[in-house]
Structures are given as C-alpha cells and as structure tokens.
C-alpha cells in the first residue's frame, strides 16, 4: 500500500464533522483519496465545498448513517477504499448521560455496523477516534496509555466500549490493522480561517464557547465549577491543535501500512490548560473580552486530564507542534470570518 499512490482511496466516516473534515485536507496533502460518509446530524454539507477550496479538491460525498449496513455496502462497493478513518458518533457528554441508550445505539452498534462491513468487504484497516475520556478519573497525570481505563459518563463508556470490541476483533483475526487514537481536547481551526468547529445549538466545548462570545454571538461564558483541586479551581485539560491532530491521523494510516495489529496511542500536548488560563489567552489573542459566570459543575466532568504522548513521538515520530496562543488565533481568525459558521460565508 502506497500513501503517495493518486486513487489511495480512504472512508472518513463523519468526514463533514469538525475533525472529520480537517483530517480529509491533510489526507489530501499526503496523497490519499478521502471519501466522506456522513449523515450531517451535527455538521453542514457546506465544509465539503470548504475542503474543496482549502485543499484544491473536493472528497466524494455520500450522505449516511453508518447504522445503515446497506448504505455502507454501497459506498465499498463504489469506492472500494483501502483503509477507514472512523470519526461518526455523538460527542456530548452532557447529552449522553441524558439519553445513553442513544449513544451506546449509534457509537457502539454503529461501529459494529462498520466492522462487519468492513469484514466482508476484505477492508481490515481501521483508525478510530477515540478519546481521553477512557481514562475517567485518572489515577495521576500525565496519562499514559497503561493507565486504568474505567469512563465516568456514558459518552467515555462508548468509547471504552468500542476500544474491547476492536481488541477482540484483533485477537481473533490477525488481517486486522487498527488504531485507537486516545485524543484529549481537539480545538483550533485550520489557519486559513476557512474550516473551523461549527457545532450545533449551544457549543458543548470550551473553545467553540468561547469564541461564540468573544464574537458576540453569545452573552457571557459559563465555567462549570471553580472548586476544583486545580491551580485556579477549573477544570484542567490538555488542548491539541486539530491540524496536529490530523497529522498524528495519516501519521497512523502510514504506520498501519507497514503492517497488522492493534496500537493504542494518545495524542496531545502534554500540558494541562484551566478554563480561566483558555479564557485569557484567548482574550489575549482576539482583543476581546469573554465574560464569564461560574455555575454548577457538570455530571461527568472531571478535575484534570493531560496526555502523556511520548508513544506517539516513539511509534509515529508525531508531536504537537501549535501553542496555545496559535489555538487561539485560528480559532479567532476562523470565528471573524464565519461568525455564524458554515450557515453563512
């Protein structure tokens, strides 16, 4: 399998999402063929005209639910991709503690969709995005990928979940070359401004949040909780740049090319950053003030999580390049420029 091949072709499923998308540009530069499946329940069929502009050339598009196993049949068929990029799944953490049963359907029965999918169609390349939030509550930071995995809400459980399922798979069929990507808090936006988070109704991260108010879009800012045993009584996370993001993601298929098995890896920065440290710089970057309101804090939420990614530097040869004020900036540049994101140029 040649990465520079021109018809290295690619699944990327929930390719119209915030990662989803970034990840087909940088597909693009590295010389695949990115081929979106997305049903569009959390993202806008405008970023594929986007991803057409910022990479010189538009990915195929079909519109699905990888619940569908018809629908995905069809798409291996049409396209016959050599590998998948498994992006699609609901990623509110609030919402999955209000509807589980939901999540566990379209996260984890969904994957299982995709997996038998891929079975049958002789594709046995996977690299799936997981998250941070295996982790749970961590015993003690920085998280390495041996650290107890034991989620602490339902959207972490799915994950957890899906990263079993795929040890199983591998255990039992040695064909199988899979990745699961223990990503912590992807933010930022490519730096042309074009692409960027654009989520749904009320942002349920930090940064999107933020720069929703910097840009006047919202009121005020609220921080869930400043009784934490952290520096400043915030929650502490570890915020990746999502253009390094999708770096360590082709990095990966490339690693999987070289042969099978299953790899476990975190993707960060390494440092952790409180809500009020990501308010400042921000204000910092844009020249804006973010008012903020401390409430309650959140069911499910945790004091702090950074990554220890020195796995990744040993099997990828990846680290973050982008600091946090570089975050913050594109972020700003990509919220100026679509204060109402992809509803509006």
Same mark, same amino acid.
């Given at each position: 399998m040649k990465p520079n091949h021109p018809n290295r072709k690619v699944l990327v499923t929930g390719g119209a999402g915030y990662i989803g998308s970034h990840a087909c540009v940088s597909l693009f530069a590295a010389g695949y063929q990115p081929v979106v499946f997305d049903n569009l329940c959390n993202s806008h069929a405008r970023v594929l005209e986007r991803i057409g502009e910022v990479a010189g050339q538009a990915p195929d598009f079909i519109e699905g639910d990888i619940r569908d196993a018809q629908a995905l049949e069809a798409v291996f068929r049409s396209f016959e991709p050599g590998a998948v990029m498994h992006f699609a799944g609901l990623k509110a953490v609030g919402e999955s503690v209000e509807r589980p049963h939901l999540y566990q359907d379209n996260n984890v029965g969904g994957t299982r969709v995709l997996l038998d999918v891929m079975q049958r169609m002789g594709v046995h390349s996977l690299v799936f995005s997981s998250s941070a939030t295996v982790y749970g509550d961590p015993d003690e930071v920085p998280i390495t990928e041996h650290a107890p995995r034991r989620a602490t809400n339902?959207?972490?459980?799915? /994950?957890?979940?899906?990263?079993?399922?795929? $040890?199983? %798979?591998?255990? /039992?069929?040695?064909?199988?070359?899979?990745?699961?990507? *223990?990503?912590?808090?992807? &933010?930022? =936006?490519?730096?042309?401004?074009?692409?960027?988070?654009?989520?749904?109704?009320?942002?349920?991260?930090?940064?999107?949040?933020?720069?929703?108010?910097?840009?006047?879009?919202?009121?005020?800012?609220? &921080?869930?909780?400043?009784?934490?045993?952290?520096?400043?009584?915030? #929650?502490? *996370?570890?915020?990746?740049? &999502? !253009?390094?993001?999708?770096?360590?993601?082709?990095?990966?298929?490339?690693?999987?090319?070289?042969? =099978? #098995?299953?790899?476990?890896?975190?993707?960060?920065? #390494?440092?952790?950053?409180?809500?009020?440290?990501? &308010?400042? =710089?921000?204000?910092?970057?844009?020249?804006?003030?973010?008012?903020?309101?401390?409430?309650?804090?959140?069911?499910?939420?945790?004091?702090?999580?950074?990554?220890?990614?020195?796995?990744?530097? $040993?099997?990828?040869?990846?680290?973050?390049?982008?600091? %946090?004020? =570089? !975050?913050?900036?594109?972020?700003? *540049?990509?919220?100026?420029?679509?204060? *109402?994101?992809?509803? $509006?140029?």
């Open positions: 339902p959207y972490g459980q799915t /994950k957890l979940d899906i990263e079993r399922l795929l $040890e199983t %798979l591998t255990a /039992k069929d040695a064909r199988w070359r899979i990745a699961c990507l *223990r990503y912590f808090n992807p &933010v930022g =936006a490519h730096p042309s401004g074009r692409m960027g988070e654009d989520p749904a109704g009320t942002p349920n991260n930090l940064m999107p949040f933020i720069a929703q108010v910097a840009v006047g879009r919202r009121e005020r800012l609220q &921080v869930f909780g400043n009784d934490y045993d952290t520096p400043d009584g915030t #929650g502490v *996370r570890d915020y990746i740049h &999502v !253009m390094d993001l999708v770096q360590g993601h082709v990095d990966t298929l490339r690693l999987l090319e070289a042969g =099978a #098995g299953l790899h476990m890896i975190n993707l960060g920065t #390494g440092r952790g950053v409180s809500v009020l440290e990501m &308010v400042n =710089a921000f204000e910092a970057a844009s020249g804006r003030r973010v008012p903020y309101e401390v409430v309650a804090r959140r069911p499910g939420d945790i004091a702090a999580c950074w990554a220890d990614a020195s796995l990744a530097r $040993e099997r990828l040869g990846w680290t973050a390049e982008r600091d %946090l004020p =570089a !975050m913050c900036v594109d972020t700003w *540049r990509w919220q100026q420029q679509n204060p *109402r994101g992809y509803a $509006e140029d």
